[in-house]
């Protein structure tokens, strides 16, 4: 089974500071996603990652920078957080296609709290 | 680009009795559709997805969903709920042009005893 793996379940940070989420998956899938998930939005995408050292804005990147230097790991950083940042964060990875569609497979989520 | 309507924020059904979670979307080609569960303070687990084939597919924990290209719809159904099926329920569209996905608000569901 592919298994995606967030670094913390629940954070709380404070305004300003420098957040990091990490996230990893072992299954040597190419791509990898984050999203933001917020009540009565569902998720929106904020960056993905086809391959190592490669990103893409989703709907929503401002405020939010991502890393990709190794294939099974794609971070997710707040240069300055602030409080409106404060949402679920979900990892999500796929296999890359062709032509077709491959479905993404999700970690637990991190819930930021920014005071 | 695609995008995905659920047009039921909360519903709530007895136990024991059926459900149908409503979905549409908007999207020019043939869609990739899926539907996601979300129990709470856990990720998204994928309950079925439908890519081409048959317009009924089977799902996980006893769900089923019916692509309807005329009505753009890709309702989810339940014939008889179950206490644990409570939580939040999203449809999403996949574009195969650049593995993107786009998820609808979402339905949570309430089931009563």
């Known amino acids: 089974d592919v298994k995606v793996t967030q670094s913390s379940r629940y954070l709380v940070k404070r305004t300003g500071e420098k957040v990091f989420l990490e996230c990893v998956q072992d299954?040597?899938?190419?791509?990898m996603f984050w999203y933001r998930q917020d009540p009565g939005l569902g998720l929106r995408l904020i960056y993905f990652?086809?391959?190592?050292?490669?990103?893409e804005k989703g709907d929503i990147p401002e405020g939010y920078s991502v890393s990709r230097e190794k294939k099974e790991r794609f971070s997710l950083i707040l240069e300055s957080a602030s409080t409106n940042q404060t949402s679920m964060y979900l990892c999500?990875?796929?296999?890359?296609?062709?032509?077709?569609?491959?479905?993404?497979?999700f970690g637990p989520g991190t819930r930021l709290t920014v005071l | 680009a695609q995008s995905v309507t659920q047009p039921d924020i909360h519903i709530t059904v007895s136990e024991g009795a059926s459900l149908e979670l409503r979905c549409n979307y908007s999207y020019g080609a043939t869609p990739y559709l899926f539907w996601y569960v979300q129990s709470p303070g856990q990720g998204l687990q994928l309950l079925l997805k439908y890519f081409s084939g048959d317009t009924l597919v089977q799902g996980i924990k006893g769900f089923e969903a019916e692509f309807k290209r005329s009505q753009s719809s890709f309702n989810l159904r339940k014939p008889s709920v179950h206490w644990s099926d409570a939580a939040e329920y999203f449809c999403?569209?996949?574009?195969?042009?650049?593995?993107?996905?786009?998820f609808g608000a979402g339905t949570r569901l309430t089931v009563k005893p």
């Open positions: 999403a569209v996949g574009d195969d042009n650049n593995n993107d996905m786009r």
């Open positions: 990652s086809y391959d190592v050292k490669m990103k």
């Open positions: 999500a990875s796929s296999l890359s296609s062709s032509g077709s569609y491959n479905e993404q497979f």
């Open positions: 299954m040597d899938h190419e791509n």
